[in-house]
């Protein structure tokens, strides 16, 4: 059994203890399912969405929510702007592990999570991680990839324009 972390508003912790994880967030091809990590020895390759998922969400306190998932599950794993390749879970746990810079990897569980798969909840440090995307910082964010009304975004384009974007 592979163990992997979800991170969640901490807001949710009763009624993932009640019911699971539910399958709201959607791939890349719409199919609905939960986004998560394998939990590796490095806390900030396994926590690495944390800040972004904060700074985005807008929540002030996230949760991650450890649970298990038998080795032989299919899942879908790669990197947030690519195409996600399915593989078993245990499969894709390895090829995070293997990468030598695992940031920007996820895995996709394309069902819910049950409330009797989750081994755990816990606090996160919010600071771990990193933002828009990995190896950002001194980089401008893309403005066409930001969501109207997100914090910070008419700032973003206003500036991209002036900068001929």
Known sequence: ????????????????????IRARSRDHEGRAGVFCLPVMPSYQITHQWGRELHRRGGRRTMVAVD???????????????????????????ALIAGCEDARGYEVFVPRAIGAREIHRVRGVNRV?????????????????????????????????????Y
């Open 1 to 20: 059994m592979t163990l992997f972390t979800h991170l969640s508003p901490a807001d949710d912790i009763r009624s993932i203890r009640r019911a699971g």
């Open 67 to 93: 649970f298990r998932l038998p080795d032989d599950e299919p899942v879908l794993v790669g990197r947030y702007n690519h195409r996600h390749i399915e593989r078993t879970s245990a499969e894709a746990a």
């Open 128 to 164: 771990t991680g990193w933002r828009y995307m990995p190896n950002a910082h001194g980089r401008f964010p893309c403005p066409c990839c930001l969501a109207r009304g997100e914090y910070g975004s008419a700032k973003i384009r206003k500036k991209a324009e002036s900068r001929g």
